[in-house]
């Protein structure tokens, strides 16, 4: 481990620089909606909300059917985005209900 000096009064500008970066960015996620990220849903959410197994939600996100976003290898869907699709499914499974019976 390396140990480095540095005078106090640089300490405390770095300090009050850093103190100021936080204050501009809480300032910034007011603004834009109140961090809005715990109204997203995850995989799970959206598995249960759709009826569907995490294949078929892959398959939704990498035909682009279904926008995310992911963050530290974690999925996340805004519920607009995924209501949006719950038509899309329900047809799709409709469809795969009438697929190979003969009338």
């Not at 869907?77 to 699709?85: A, G, L």
């Amino acid at each position: 481990m390396e140990i480095v000096s540095i005078e106090k009064r640089t300490f405390e500008e770095m300090v009050a620089k850093f103190d100021r970066f936080v204050r501009r960015m809480d300032a910034i996620c007011h603004w834009h909606g109140e961090k809005r990220m715990n109204k997203w849903m995850d995989n799970q959410d959206v598995c249960q909300m759709l009826n569907i197994s995490p294949r078929t939600l892959q398959t939704l996100r990498d035909n682009g059917t279904l926008a995310y976003s992911q963050i530290n290898h974690k999925t996340y869907y805004r519920p607009e985005d995924v209501q949006r699709i719950v038509a899309v499914v329900e047809d799709r499974r409709k469809e795969a209900g009438f697929k190979g019976r003969t009338i």
